[in-house]
């Protein structure tokens, strides 16, 4: 019996991990908005309702008061003659019937008001035991998916390859130096070029723009050591405007590898800053591409500023916060480590 697991793919318990997150967001998000909604109505109404009614009350008997004194007022001219009062007695019958409404809805703001506080109560009930999942059982759960994921991480890390998973020494090309070893099986196709893997200008004009979610950023920043080892490389250029658009991997994400790289714009469309950010592991696989603002990406990630003002061709492979290569346009290999860059 083997002493070692045949672990081939984390993929899955970060994907559950992701999803328990997005749906945690957004649950808070609509627990919050019908709180408030429920919150709202509540204050309309204990306190609006029952004080405009109160108002058009006061107000009412008081246009019900100056009618009777009009009716009194036309009587005393008219003595010892009877006075024509028929105007003066419709405008009274209306008062009082404007009166009465004024009452019958304060009466049913109170009848709602009490219905309302039965039903707010069951209501907040029930709904204790969401906010319980979302803040109690799915921030547990995401931890013990974490540990878990650290640990096969480790495991894998630290597990002797066999015979049938050993490959040469340098067998891998210069465009897939992110790539890492997740445990494949032997006959498994290498992976395509980095390069070969960015959405064509055709595909990225499709890509529509939707405002940009909460990431679960994995692939982390570089440290303030390498941005200023970067910054000395002669790579710089003019970086993209705020509101021009990255392109990236939906998977890219959730990954701890990742690569960036700055082809040419899109023709015909300035808002397209000719940035692609995909994954290192299996980049044919996108799982899907979206595209952001330039502006959105840094306020969640503001690491990677310094990356985006590489010139044109340039491709960087992150990885949990370090650079593992940075590629110039003519795919020459710049970076020596996450120390800092060659001396070529």
């Known amino acids: 019996m083997s002493e070692t697991a045949r672990i081939q793919n984390l993929d899955i318990l970060r994907d559950v991990r992701a999803a328990l997150l997005d749906f945690a967001h957004e649950a808070g998000l609509c627990m919050t908005a019908v709180g408030a909604d429920v919150e709202r109505v509540g204050q309309w109404l204990t306190l609006d309702r029952p004080h405009h009614w109160r108002q058009e009350i006061r107000r009412r008997e008081e246009a019900i008061e100056a009618a009777k004194a009009e009716i009194r007022r036309k009587e005393l001219a008219a003595f010892p003659n009877p006075a024509d009062t028929t105007t003066e007695r419709v405008a009274l019958r209306r008062c009082r019937e404007r009166f009465e409404r004024a009452q019958h809805k304060q009466d049913r703001v109170r009848t709602w008001l009490a219905r309302w506080e039965r039903e707010s109560t069951d209501f907040k009930g029930g709904f204790s035991s969401l906010n319980q999942v979302v803040h109690a059982q799915i921030p547990a759960a995401v931890a013990r998916l974490d540990r878990m994921i650290q640990s096969l991480e480790e495991y894998l890390r630290t597990a002797p390859p066999t015979s049938s998973q050993a490959t040469p020494a340098g067998s ?19 992976p395509p070029p980095l390069r070969a893997c960015v959405p064509t200008e055709s595909a990225r004009l499709d890509i529509p723009d939707t405002p940009l979610p909460r990431l679960d950023w994995r692939a982390g920043e570089p440290t303030d050591s390498e941005r200023e080892a970067l910054a000395r490389m002669d790579l710089a250029d003019s970086p993209p405007l705020p509101d021009q658009f990255v392109t990236f991997s939906w998977r890219a994400i959730r990954e701890p590898t990742v690569f960036l790289i700055r082809t040419p714009p899109a023709a015909g469309d300035p808002r397209d800053s000719g940035w692609y950010i995909g994954t290192a592991e299996d980049p044919a696989n996108s799982s899907g591409t979206r595209a952001c603002r330039v502006r959105e990406l840094i306020e969640q990630v503001p690491g990677l500023a310094t990356l985006l003002t590489l010139r044109e061709g340039c491709l960087v492979v992150l990885h949990r916060g370090a650079i593992r290569s940075v590629l110039d346009p003519d795919d020459h290999e710049v970076w020596l480590s996450a120390d800092g860059p060659t001396t070529r």
């Open 172 to 190: 891998q090309s210069a465009s897939q130096a992110g790539s890492m070893s997740r445990g494949e099986m032997p006959d498994d196709p290498p």
